[in-house]
């Protein structure tokens, strides 16, 4: 995802939420919310170049009959041989985000 212009990977009536890994070009995640929805970033690490995730709360009505009006979402990239430090900063923020 690095060097990757907005302007390139931006979806009419979507909010574009990205990471990119700095360590690592052509790398990391990319999360769009419909605009209706208020939604902000809820989560974010001093290590972030290491971790590819995004935390983000979504205001609206996503199911009112169950009493659900916001929800969390989280999106991950695990390399399947990425250090036992990423996945313990992932942990972390996991914590974070649950309280």
Not at 1 to 10: A, Q, R, S, V
Request: proline share 2%; hydrophobic share 35%; glycine share 6%.
């Amino acid at each position: 995802m690095d060097g990757t212009h907005d302007w390139n990977i931006l979806l009419e009536a979507y909010k574009l939420f990205k990471r990119n890994r700095l360590s690592k070009s052509g790398r990391g995640v990319v999360l769009y919310v419909s605009n209706p929805h208020t939604s902000t970033e809820i989560c974010s690490t001093k290590d972030e170049n290491l971790l590819e995730c995004i935390w983000m709360n979504i205001r609206g009505k996503i199911n009112p009959a169950a009493g659900l009006t916001d929800i969390a979402v989280g999106l991950y990239y695990n390399l399947s041989n990425q250090a036992e430090e990423i996945d313990e900063l992932f942990a972390d923020q996991l914590l974070k985000v649950y309280r």
